[in-house]
């Protein structure tokens, strides 16, 4: 698995860590700036391709209107 230094990540991953999950998805909502992002964390490699390209997904079905968050 190729290594990620970001903060967010950071956190998917101490919490997939901690209570032992294969993949973690976070998403974020800024209300003040009006803007969101999704964080993921795979365990192997593998799972780490596969978190991402979910959360891919989500971000779109989050854009499309597919998925409302409010």
């Known amino acids: 698995m190729a290594w990620n230094p970001s903060p967010e990540v950071a956190i998917a991953r101490d919490f997939g860590t901690k209570f032992n999950y294969d993949k973690v998805y976070i998403i974020g909502l800024n209300e003040r700036k ?27 079905q989050i854009i499309n209107g597919t998925i409302i968050i409010e």
């Not at 999704?38 to 390209?53: H, L, N, Q, R, W």
């Open 34 to 60: 009006a803007g969101f992002g999704v964080i993921s964390y795979g365990k192997t490699k593998e799972k780490c391709k596969e978190a991402s390209k979910a959360a891919d997904r989500i971000y779109e």
